[in-house]
């Protein structure tokens, strides 16, 4: 992955959730406040700008940071810091190496999930972002040894895509949905469904077609 | 919860500037009392930073008005950061208030127990102790109709901030330590609970329809500030049991004992007259009588609102001498004032 | 105007005993400042009669609160008289609280222009004269939505109000004579003006169900306080066109010269969040600059309210010394308070 | 009109207001504030009350006086006391006579009239209960001379019920119905609405069948 994939990873999320934004919203009505697809647009518009403004040859590792800083700077509630959080420790993880190999990709996804759970101490189970985050972290990981690129982030996709969806059932433990506490059950994550879509996002950036 | 199709009618000129537009308003409608920053959408105190005493910082997300913007002034709070409607504030926002209100004697963070603003503050600590300031964080969990647990996101903060604010910010006033402000905060969040219902939901500007659907004869029990659903849904009952309805889990949990004095506080969420505040004040009054819990001190009104919802909440405070000299000190913003 | 069907939720034990309820919480909730006669539906001053002051005594209809209730108090209003809901109270209830109130220097009745009010209200002055008490009356009519005429029963009385009470009410604890004390009323009616817009209709609680009926995208232009419809229905438009449609009439009948001072009073229906209110009053005081105008005094929220009505009435009194003063004089009542 | 059917006259007026309470209500929300069917019920239901403390003897003027001013002390808004001054004036126009013939029944109907006028200013064609006051009065003495009671009260009853409709294309001038100046129109007065069911009830009151 180098400086134009990493770009267009995050101009990917960008374009996806603004698209998504009303039924990432409409989730959020749900089992929480109405917010989620607006303040994920609002941080990854802030993104975009923040993207014009670097120069083409900043590194992976830099780029991540920086938008991670700029979601922290921009989202506010609790997917602001999660978010930020995520891509920050996904980037310092990158150091500024201008290409990033598979193995290291592997190691940054680590190290953003390893973030958004030091932070917001959300176990898997509790129907959060982690429980879409997490099993596509596994699944690039046990792809990758062996496997191609391609068929890791494909893998790590659908991971998040089942992951997203095993949360219906859950009961949740962390987040707004936790005060709706038996209510909360039957409704997908607003958070894991981001988490999906900025998967994908991954998936396609990195693909060969452009 | 079906999002009902019905459309919520407001005085906007546009969702996207709703808070700054408004935050213009309360300049002019309070110039002497409050300055506001509109880059950082901060509600300072006219003669912030008050050298030698402790600085307070609230915020959240909008649409909880008066709280925290009309919450500022001697006596309570130094800034309040607004964020966009019902999202917390950003971790800059919260670091411009603290250097703006900081007089040497550090800062009190008093934070709302929830993710967004419990995270964004957290980060927002950090950035000021980098640049060496002093900073104390206080959680505000006050609401009993959110199980507590170590595994979930906890309570929610909402009446006993009110109580909070006014306290610290009189202690600080005062000329309190931070560690003695910080104290205040503390106490009273240990001897607060509270409850909502709503009659109705409430819409963000942007959204511009309710968040949840209820029937002509159903009340939401257990409800936060957010518009969000609450524990259970019930059928809408005589304001004299409703009443039972939030003090019973309160005083459970609260344990007063028989013969104390209380602080009671109905506050409205927004839409609810407040001749019905009146008349469930009353119910409060009657049904604590018959517990032999007296009330000492009372607030009635809308002060942490959940935009137009219909609803009210109940908070009670268990006062002592301190807490009562704190709550009758002198206070001067925009929702609270007496003594001056 | 078809009656909606949908039913309106409130918290309410019994329709009929609503305001009996409700006055009942607040003697609780203001013991101390406010004496209640649940007999008479009075809310006192606690220190009534003040010997030697004028006594400043008001009231009509509930479902209007804070107005009359929370305005009584040192500087503002020595007895309130609550009615049913939405109905002037009766001559008996006047005539005992101008009794309660009688301190040697006379009574002044402030009274909303509405038949019901002016003639309860005139019918009590003529008993309380027939017991020797001496009694003024100022009639507060300052809703420009309505036009004036000799063969109409004339304009509403609606913001003025509030600034009448507070402004004649300073006057009187200066001491000054019952002539003063009413000579300010009158000044302060005919130098103030307001126009109300409705989003929403209200209901009462006997009713339950809304008095008019609004489409999604319709506001109700030129409403009083009693939920009755307006002078014409227009599509809702943002909130700067809107503050201009209220703006126009009142600059067009007050004609405040370029480079006057006003004092601006944004005020709340009822059901709209504050943070519109305060938006509004942005728009006012940015509207006001364009015309020369300037804004020396501002309030801003629910004073006059019409139950749970969504919409906003805006209020503009032309300034002087004398009035800016009695403006800044100490007032402590349940809804106005400072200087003391 | 003795003693017993001037009782029986306002307990007629409680009863038939009571009846209609809902339909006055509805007919004031359209122009008024939805109050007036409670407001008339609440004053006769109290009406009734006062009766029951006075002894059978009581002349019917006195009876008069005593409604008119328990409607002044309890229903409020307009109606109260201008209902109130109507029934006070008619009644002192009666003075302690037991027994009151069809010509002073029409006297005191008359100054009841212009005890409404006297207090509350409206001229016919303002769209209030004057609308229906006036003509009703004004048939009834018409019809008397020579005519029998019966003949002038079914008179007074009918005109009572024409002005009552004849208040529907009127733009109001008085009441809260002239804030809505031109909206007005279309509507039947409340207040006239209720006057028409006064007369009625005198009619019923004075008829022979008990
Ligand atoms: N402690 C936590 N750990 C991980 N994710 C969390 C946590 N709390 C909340 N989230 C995620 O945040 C999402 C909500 O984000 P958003 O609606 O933008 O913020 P807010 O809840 O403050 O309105 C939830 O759907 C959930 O996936
Ligand atoms: N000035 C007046 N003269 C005669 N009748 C009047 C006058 N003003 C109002 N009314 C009558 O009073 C009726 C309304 O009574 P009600 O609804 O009980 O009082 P309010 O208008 O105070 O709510 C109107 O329908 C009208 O017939
Ligand atoms: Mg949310
Ligand atoms: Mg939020
Ligand atoms: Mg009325
Ligand atoms: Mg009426």
Not at chain 2, 94 to 101: D, F, H, N
Not at chain 2, 124 to 134: C, M, N, T
Not at chain 2, 253 to 261: I, N, Q, W, Y
Not at chain 2, 310 to 320: E, H, K, Q, V
């Amino acid at each position: 992955m180098d400086s134009m994939q990493v770009t267009r990873w995050m101009r990917e999320c960008s374009a996806a959730i603004a698209e998504q934004k009303d039924y990432l919203t409409q989730l959020d009505a749900a089992i929480g406040d109405a917010d989620h697809g607006s303040n994920m647009t609002r941080g990854f518009a802030a993104v975009e700008t923040k993207l014009d403004q670097l120069d083409g040859g900043t590194p992976p590792g830099k780029v991540l940071v920086a938008a991670g800083q700029t979601l922290v700077s921009t989202v506010g509630g609790a997917s602001g810091p999660l978010w930020g959080t995520a891509l920050r420790r996904a980037g310092k993880a990158l150091g500024d190496a201008d290409e990033v190999d598979p193995a290291q990709l592997g190691e940054a996804l680590d190290a953003a999930v390893a973030g958004v759970v030091e932070l917001g101490a959300a176990q898997p189970g509790d129907k959060t972002m982690v429980d879409a985050l997490q099993p596509a972290v596994d699944a690039y990981r046990a792809a990758l040894d062996g496997g191609e690129l391609a068929d890791a982030l494909a893998a790590a996709t659908a991971a998040a895509e089942q992951g997203m969806r095993d949360t219906v059932p859950m009961l949740a433990r962390k987040g707004r949905a936790s005060y709706l506490g038996e209510r909360s059950i039957g409704h997908q994550d607003p958070g894991a469904t981001s988490a999906a879509i900025i998967m994908a996002a991954l998936e396609r950036a990195l693909s060969d077609r452009p | 919860m079906s999002v009902v199709a019905q459309v919520v009618k407001k005085f906007i000129n546009d969702p996207e500037t709703v808070v700054p537009e408004a935050l213009a308003g309360m300049a002019v409608a309070h110039a002497g009392l409050l300055r506001v920053d509109l880059e950082n959408q901060l509600v300072l105190r006219a003669d912030a930073p008050v050298q030698g005493k402790v600085g307070l910082v609230s915020g959240g997300g909008s649409g909880h008005e008066p709280l925290h913007g009309g919450l500022v002034g001697l006596g309570m709070l130094d800034a309040a950061c607004a964020g966009a409607v019902f999202t917390s504030p950003v971790p800059d926002q919260m670091a411009a208030a603290t250097r703006a209100v900081e007089g040497g004697a550090g800062v009190l963070h008093i934070v709302k127990n929830y993710t967004g603003d419990v995270l964004n503050f957290r980060m927002a600590a950090e950035l000021a102790e980098d640049e060496g300031l002093q900073v104390e964080s206080v959680v505000i969990d006050d609401d009993v109709a959110v199980q507590d647990s170590l595994y979930t996101a906890g309570r929610r903060g909402v009446g006993a901030t009110v109580l909070a604010e006014k306290l610290a910010g009189a202690r600080a006033e005062q000329g309190g330590s931070l560690a003695e402000v910080a104290g205040i905060a503390k106490k009273v969040n240990a001897r607060t609970r509270s409850f909502g219902v709503a009659l109705t939901s409430c819409a963000t500007p942007a959204s511009g329809t309710p968040i949840f659907d209820l029937g002509p004869d159903e009340i939401e029990v257990g409800v936060g500030i957010h518009g969000e659903p609450g524990r259970r849904r019930e059928k809408l009952a005589p304001a004299g049991e409703i009443v039972g309805m939030m003090l019973d889990p309160i005083l459970e949990d609260l344990k007063p004992a028989s013969g104390s004095s209380v602080l009671a506080f109905v506050n409205g969420l927004g839409g609810t007259p407040l001749l019905e505040l009146y008349l469930l004040f009353n119910e409060v009054s009657k049904q604590l009588g018959e517990q032999g819990v007296s009330i000492g001190r009372s607030l009635v009104g809308n002060y942490i609102t959940s935009l137009e919802m219909a609803g009210a909440s109940i908070t009670l405070l268990t006062l002592d001498d301190e807490l009562t000299a704190l709550w009758d000190a002198p206070v001067k913003t925009a929702a609270l004032r007496w003594g001056v």
